[in-house]
């Protein structure tokens, strides 16, 4: 019900926009979140967005996240990537408002980022 796309290989100092499509779902209703796993490392919260904004402290200045209500949709900008941006990206839908991955309902599939130096 979640299908993010966009991601792909970026020399370090570019941007990528992710997108996360979402059916089955009355998407308005959900506080989307962007979440993030690098390579042997447990998976981070990125960015949420619902009725407000919330940002992990690593994505604020770098990172934006937005979402088309018509649409169904949510997006993340990464700007000014670095080497440790990479990672799999998986966006994730929740009927409320938390940063725990474990309280998300839906996940999408993940999709690759590569930052290269």
């Known amino acids: 019900q979640l299908q993010a796309s966009g991601g792909g290989w970026v020399q370090a100092g570019g941007s990528l926009r992710l997108s996360c499509a979402a059916s089955?779902?009355?998407?308005?209703?959900?506080?989307m979140a962007w979440f993030r796993q690098p390579p042997g490392k447990e998976r981070e919260f990125i960015a949420r967005?619902?009725?407000?904004?919330y940002y992990a402290n690593f994505a604020k200045d770098r990172f934006l996240v937005s979402r088309d209500e018509g649409a169904n949709m949510v997006f993340l900008q990464m700007n000014s990537l670095k080497p440790e941006d990479t990672g799999v990206y998986y966006c994730?839908?929740?009927?409320?408002?938390?940063?725990?991955?474990?309280?998300?309902?839906?996940w999408g599939q993940g999709t690759l980022v590569t930052v290269s130096s």
């Open positions: 089955g779902l009355t998407f308005s209703s959900y506080s």
């Open positions: 994730a839908a929740v009927r409320g408002i938390t940063i725990t991955a474990s309280e998300y309902e839906y």
């Open positions: 967005i619902g009725n407000s904004l």
